[in-house]
């Protein structure tokens, strides 16, 4: 082409100067390294093991935590060459009302603060609905603050005080508990969990019910966090085709999430993890 055109010419028709042209043609040829080939091949690996839902800070802190030292501003730079991008969790625009109802009010017992210093003390609460071909599921989850592992989660057709109730059971079946006295237990202000039925519940297995203020999602973020990360990973993960393959594999995320994914408060250990090296260390 350049028999055919002078540079000028080309130059002026993709919109560079000539200075910059063989400027362009002195620089030279970029090479990754061996460190960069070793670094790369460690992203690619935790990046693909996770579904793509790992960014630059989760990665580096998961590979420091497992002894390869690697800052973070660098991994940042080479997904950037490698065009990998974690998936981005779309903030929640919408607003809806909630109609107020008669039903039991417990006072705020966490008041934000969700470090536990010993497991079976804190737990969180929350349900949630996941569509998939037009049918809809309610899933409740429990979470222990001391190592934020999900000990418990049921999925169900209707989100009456059943699926709450099943919800407890489980977690105390969990952790192995004949009942749940010491335990705070906290939630939204859902009508399930001001019902007369929660609140027999908690007389039986001697829970202390903890809300949060109306209309405040802060005062759960944890639990509200935990749903929003299943809702953006699962799919990367465990890619949704039929409402009867939900049922089967988010119970696997469940065991991914507890067993295998990293958690930046644990020190980039997973929920079950982090258990075992502090039972081992005390």
Known sequence: MRGEYTVKQLCKAIGVSRGGYYAHLGRPVKVASERDTQDIEKIQSLYNKNGGTYGAKRIAGELRANGYIVNHKRVARLMKEMNLKSRIRVAKTNKESKKSSAGHVYPNLLERDFNALLPNRK??????????KDVKFYISAIMDLYNREIISFVISSSPNTDLIKETIHLAMKT???????????HSDQGSVYRSFDQFLLAKELKFLPSMS??????DNA????????????????FPVSTPEQVQRDLYKFIKYFNEERSQKRLGYLSPAAYLKTVSLAS
Do not use: Q
């Open 123 to 132: 737990w969180v609460t929350d349900m949630t609905e996941l569509i998939v």
């Open 175 to 185: 952790r192995g508990l004949k009942n749940l006295e010491n335990v705070v237990i």
């Open 213 to 218: 203020r109306k209309a405040n999602c802060w």
């Open 222 to 237: 944890v639990i509200e966090s935990f749903f929003s990360h299943m809702k953006t990973e699962y799919p990367c993960l």
